[in-house]
């Protein structure tokens, strides 16, 4: 049985390693202050991609997790991943929508050092061992070893563009400062270029998402930064040595449809990794639980159906299999599911909201919007929906139910007595009407409740009752006021 650990509340899991500082922390005291106290203290220059080698190994040789967060690429993905590092490539992501890409270059930045010098007010982040810009040399030449020191904290060293179509070469690479310019220097000072986000991402990790939406004369402002790892703006001869890891995400289809990675671009960067979707139904199932923010309890059994009704989309043939089904997609779908068991625990003054099967109805029209349906499916989006969820519903019935004695169940609606549920039924509603069921506590076990709250007993009533209706064991009518009504 997959456990998922969870925060005490509903609304978000716990994830170690994931929660991000929204302030970066302030550097320790004992940290240098000046370039003189620096080399005493032994610190080595490395550069970011010798840095990312060494961290990486030393948490591969420590058995540590490398990469927080990310669900479902550990025999697949991430090997691909860590050995494009150990050799210092560059990388792209190529996979469809939603699956975790952005996610996993933002995982990268764990992998730096935690604190790394740098000169005290350089917009380009220059080690106090390197300086780049003529202003950073004058300054230490003017002070040597007093030359002042700074510590970014790694959270700060890592930069990311989504690659718009109005995006230009001075938001990616830099333009001449007219206000510099105003303030009386020559048009051909160096001086009075403003760097754009790539530079100002040195000595760090810069990540563009949606690489191919990207003009293709934008693209080739990035040749000299992939190959020489220097910039040129405009008429500047600038030989400015930049040092960073530069990583890109993007759809298969975008090739051919939006845009494409102009082949030059493409030969620069060291290595293309694939990623995909979760290959099995227990990792989709973590990812949702992990992801999605609940404002309700939704029971395993539920998040097992939403993993294999999204897998049934994606397979579908009637769905676009170009376009993808995102894991947002069943992410939304516990969400949904939680907020109509919060409204009717409202509505019916219930102490605790646990979902239940007949909650999962609530994703088809809600949802429709996020799958791109094959021409010719017009008008029977919902229709194929509802079709791929009661699959879903009987799948895991079988995957978690199969050989379970039942009978307590089929005795409750026997001799023509009916249980009634719905939107407007609370879970001790539920109960009443069935009574005493002889194996209750045996079936809760296996659907992965051990002690059960009424709600989470009605929702494993609910769900056996709705799977020996589609195993055709039961009799369920559905009324026009959103009532359903299980018999014999």
Not at 42 to 60: I, Q, W
Not at 300 to 312: I, K, N, P, S, Y
Not at 349 to 362: H, I
Not at 472 to 480: I, V
């Amino acid at each position: 049985m997959l456990a998922v650990r969870r925060s005490a509340t509903y609304g978000h899991p716990v994830t170690p390693g994931t929660a991000a500082a929204l302030v970066a922390p302030r550097p320790p005291a004992d940290l240098p202050t000046t370039l003189g106290a620096l080399r005493a203290g032994g610190h080595r220059h490395a550069s970011v991609k010798d840095e990312l080698r060494r961290n990486l190994l030393a948490r591969m040789r420590a058995g540590q997790t490398r990469f927080p967060g990310v669900v479902g690429f550990d025999e697949t993905v991430l090997p691909e991943l860590e050995r494009a590092l150990l050799a210092g490539h560059d990388v792209v992501l190529l996979g469809e929508r939603g699956q975790g890409k952005t996610r996993l270059l933002r995982s990268l930045v764990g992998l730096l050092d935690e604190w790394t010098p740098v000169i005290a007010g350089s917009e380009l982040n220059e080690h106090p061992y390197a300086p780049l810009t003529a202003a950073s040399r004058r300054l230490a030449a003017e002070l040597g070893e007093d030359l002042p020191v700074s510590w970014l904290h790694r959270s700060l060293r890592y930069g990311e563009k989504l690659a718009t179509p109005d995006t230009s070469v001075g938001d990616l690479i830099g333009d001449v400062d007219p206000v510099k310019v105003a303030e009386g220097r020559a048009l051909g000072d160096p001086e009075t270029i403003h760097f754009g986000l790539v530079p100002r991402t040195n000595r760090g990790i810069f990540a563009i998402n949606e690489l191919p939406d990207l003009a293709e004369r934008i693209q080739v402002s990035l040749l000299n930064v992939l190959e020489e790892r220097d910039i040129q703006v405009r008429g500047y001869q600038l030989r400015l040595p930049l040092d960073l890891l530069l990583v890109a995400s993007a759809n298969p289809e975008d090739y051919t449809n939006r845009g494409r990675i102009i082949t030059p671009l493409k030969d620069r960067f060291g290595a293309e990794v694939r990623t995909h979707y979760p290959l099995e139904v227990a990792l989709e199932v973590e990812l949702v639980a992990q992801e999605a923010r609940l404002v309700a309890e939704v029971p395993e059994h539920l998040l097992e159906v939403l993993a294999r009704f999204t897998r049934g989309v994606r397979e579908s043939p009637s769905v676009d299999p170009a376009s993808g089904v995102s894991a947002r997609f069943s992410i939304a779908a516990a969400e949904t599911v939680a907020a109509a068991a919060l409204r009717r625990s409202a509505l019916t003054q219930e102490a605790e909201p646990v979902a239940r099967v007949g909650d999962l109805a609530t994703v088809l029209t809600v949802l429709g919007g996020k799958v791109e349906f094959e021409q010719g499916e017009e008008g029977r989006e919902v229709e194929v929906l509802a079709h791929l969820l009661r699959t879903a519903v009987a799948e895991t019935f079988r995957s978690r139910l199969a050989g379970a004695d039942l009978s307590g169940f089929t005795d409750a609606v026997a001799e023509g007595r009916t249980v009634e549920t719905g939107d407007l039924v609370p879970a001790t509603a539920l109960l009443q009407q069935v009574g005493a069921i002889s194996g209750l506590g045996r079936v809760l076990e296996r659907l992965g409740t051990a002690d059960p709250s009424p709600g989470q007993a009605a929702a494993g009533v609910e769900f056996v009752l709705e799977a020996l209706h589609l195993t055709r064991r039961l009799a369920k009518d559905e009324m026009p006021d959103g009532r359903t009504v299980y018999g014999g």
